[in-house]
T-cell receptor, first 115, second 109 residues
């Protein structure tokens, strides 16, 4: 089954404790992206990757890191999480290198709480 | 930055038609997307417009006017399962995607 898989689905952590949210897709998609979703603000793009070893900042990259060593995986790293990073996170992938006329497939989301 | 506006909430009756408007001011334009998101779930793709005009897909249609920075999503013959948030998103270039805050549609019997 074609899908984008995120883990974990739920995570409660403490301020400053490094964490990684994994994202994997099995559709051989070139483009992958991370978003956070907050009430009243909608989805905001954190980082995106056009292909292996090619990543760039979205609108809200501060406090996050990503890597794209393999096509299928695009982990999101929070080196020192803070309470303002409490949010619902979505990973998404698209077939082509760019967004032109391509739908994004989203993972099921990771609800992160930083205390 | 990018500015994408859509109403926060709309309510309609089963079987009716609802139109969700989206206006945008972005640094560039490479297409406009509509996504549907049910509560607690991931967004799913509904439509994509890059040229002016109406795109119809079953009960859902999406319209774009690039000169006015305006789009709408039309939902016809509303069903209870259409109760969801509808997200308008604009790609200002090939790689970035900016979303509006979403419109929550409630369908009443």
């Amino acid at each position: 089954e074609a899908q984008v898989t995120q883990n974990p689905r739920y995570l409660i952590t403490v301020t400053g404790k490094k964490l990684t949210v994994t994202c994997s897709q099995n559709m051989n998609h070139e483009y992958m992206s991370w978003y956070r979703q907050d009430p009243g603000l909608g989805l905001r793009q954190i980082y995106y990757s056009m292909n292996v070893e090619v990543t760039d900042k979205g609108d809200v990259p501060e406090g996050y890191k990503v890597s794209r060593k393999e096509k299928r995986n695009f982990p999101l790293i929070l080196e020192s999480p803070s309470p303002n990073q409490t949010s619902l996170y979505f990973c998404a992938s698209s077939l082509s290198e760019g967004l032109l006329n391509t739908e994004a497939f989203f993972g099921q989301g990771t609800r992160l709480t930083v205390v | 930055g990018q500015n994408i506006d859509q109403p926060t909430e709309m309510t309609a009756t089963e079987g009716a038609i609802v139109q969700i408007n989206c206006t945008y001011q972005t640094s560039g334009f490479n297409g406009l997307f509509w996504y549907q998101q049910h509560a607690g779930e991931a967004p799913t793709f509904l439509s994509y417009n890059v040229l002016d005009g109406l795109e119809e897909k079953g009960r859902f249609s999406s319209f774009l006017s690039r000169s006015k920075g305006y789009s709408y999503l039309l939902l016809k013959e509303l069903q209870m399962k259409d109760s969801a948030s509808y997200l308008c998103a604009v790609a200002p270039n090939d790689y970035k995607l900016s979303f509006g805050a979403g419109t929550t549609v409630t369908v009443r019997a």
